[in-house]
């Protein structure tokens, strides 16, 4: 009898070891040994614990899959000294751990996209205008470049605002940092399709000129997505996609979602302190 092997999608972890390993223990994932958890991104930074969270996630072996948020790339930059940690960062039990190039290099490793039980799954988000085809490449070139021995000496020019807007034309490092940000930050876009970077809140509260990024047609992505990034909208499920950033940094939930039937576990956050939004 052939075993069926599910595919689960974990919301925004932050650090939060006690949120992590609570969902680990709920049925669903504890009775399912061989299923395939994929973590969508920011797996630290902000909580409590940075550290202990890699360490769980690699403790699942290959079982465990992930893709890089923009806290996991700020990180890097921080480590590559490119950047001062701000006063809101928790990932100095990264910094000043003894394997800590260990883990600065497990990070810079991870992909920033996975294909899996005929899913994308992203951070944040897509450029409406690419196909599967020009996400892969944009996306596996900056890969190719955090994987790289002089990755240090790329990443300052992978980070910025311009350009905000796609075009097949770009090329080089505007071509990439466009990628990145779509990929890792993109929550909104203006009427131009141009990125925006200043609002997190909901739909609903946002101003007129802005569009969540998923709403705009035509997609050239037909793949549903699923992403996180954004604590605001909560858990959704249409126009094509599935967020599961259900904000447990922040009091709320932790979220896996099962790819093949769309099962979901919901936990309540369990740290102690959990955050205020900023």
């Known amino acids: ?16 070891i006690e949120s992590l390993d609570h969902l680990l223990k709920q049925p669903g994932l504890l009775d399912d040994p061989t299923a395939q958890i ?34 996991d790339v700020h990180f890097l930059s921080v480590a590559a000294g490119m950047r001062r940690p701000t006063r809101y960062d928790t990932f ?11 883990w600065v290099d497990w990070l810079r490793h991870q992909p920033l996209y996975q294909q899996q039980a005929g899913h994308l799954i992203v951070h944040a988000g897509v450029c409406p205008d690419w196909s599967l085809d020009e996400l892969r490449e944009v996306a596996d070139e900056i890969h190719s470049l955090l994987r790289s021995d002089d990755w240090a000496q790329h990443l300052p020019k ?45 739909p609903d509260s946002a101003p007129d000129h802005l569009r969540p990024w998923f709403t705009v047609e035509p997609r050239g992505i037909t793949e549903p997505i699923v992403f996180g990034h954004w604590s605001t909208l909560g858990f959704l499920h249409r126009h094509g996609v599935v ?36």
């Not at 100095?92 to 260990?102: A, E, G, K, N, V």
Request: aromatic content about 8%; some cysteine; proline content about 5%.
């Open 243 to 278: 967020a599961v950033d259900t904000g447990a940094l922040w009091g709320g939930k932790l979220t896996a979602l099962r790819l093949e039937d769309y099962k979901t576990i919901q936990i309540p956050a369990q740290e102690a302190q959990p955050l205020s939004p900023i």
């Open 158 to 202: 992978l980070f910025g605002n311009e350009p905000a807007l796609w075009s097949p034309k770009l090329t080089g490092y505007d071509r990439l940092r466009y990628g990145l940000n779509a990929i890792t930050r993109v929550r909104y876009l203006h009427q131009d399709g141009s990125l925006d970077f200043g609002h997190k809140s909901a």
């Open 38 to 71: 994929y973590f969508a991104g920011d797996l630290i930074n902000r909580g409590p614990a940075s550290l202990a969270v890699l360490r769980r996630i690699q403790s699942l072996g290959a079982r465990a899959h992930c893709v890089l948020g923009n806290h």
């Open 92 to 102: 100095d039990d990264i910094l000043s751990s003894p394997h800590r190039d260990y």
């Open 1 to 16: 009898m052939t075993q069926t092997h599910h595919s689960w999608v974990v919301g925004d972890l932050q650090g939060c």
